[in-house]
């Protein structure tokens, strides 16, 4: 059973849910995060930082909430907080990300204009274990497409989001098969 952890728009939620995925919490470090309007019926879960002691406290809050609603595998769709020790080990290899590049080159928050800063010819997606790193820990899938010379941040972004919401939902499903 599959818990997803959202910050923004979630348009890789919807993918997951679209691909029938057993989607059965989620989780968001915003109340104000669009993609909490696409959960339905799933229950939802808000934990932002300013009600806790600490990042760590935070992060134990959520991770036993997500236990406590049966979550064995967690897919970070769009989170946009690194996870501390606390959450991953009540997960041990159990957390899935799903960043906009070609890891391990471009990690970080603006991994789309850092490479078209950088003028790559090719980008990506990449779906990888979770380690407390930034963007690290092992690779378990990736996705090419050429960067056009007119690419903005955002034609970029949108092509990449195309090939994530593949990509995404056939490894967790690959996962969940195991
Ligand atoms: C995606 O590009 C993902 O790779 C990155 O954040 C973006 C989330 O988009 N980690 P969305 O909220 O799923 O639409």
């Known amino acids: 059973m599959i818990g997803v952890l959202v910050s923004g728009t979630g348009t890789n939620l919807q993918a997951l849910l679209d691909g029938?995925?057993?989607?059965v919490a989620i989780a968001s470090n915003r109340g104000d995060a669009r993609a909490l309007e696409r959960a339905g019926t799933i229950p939802t879960g808000v934990f932002e930082l300013r009600d806790y002691g600490s990042r760590a406290e935070r992060d134990a809050a959520m991770a036993e909430w997500l236990r406590s609603r049966g979550v064995e595998l967690v897919v970070l769709a769009g989170y946009m907080h690194v996870l501390t020790p606390s959450f991953l080990e009540r997960f041990p290899d159990a957390v899935v990300n799903v960043h906009p590049s070609l890891l391990p080159e471009f990690p970080g928050a603006h991994a789309v204009e850092d490479q078209l800063r950088a003028g790559v010819a090719?980008?990506?997606?990449?779906?990888?274990?979770?380690?407390?790193?930034?963007d690290t820990g092992p690779i378990l899938a990736q996705q090419r497409i050429p960067v056009r010379p007119d690419d903005t941040p955002e034609s970029l972004h949108a092509r990449i989001k195309e090939i994530e919401h593949a990509l995404l939902p056939r490894v967790v499903g690959e996962l969940c098969a195991r």
């Open 20 to 23: 029938g995925l057993p989607v």
């Open 122 to 134: 090719e980008s990506g997606a990449t779906v990888h274990l979770v380690d407390e790193g930034v």
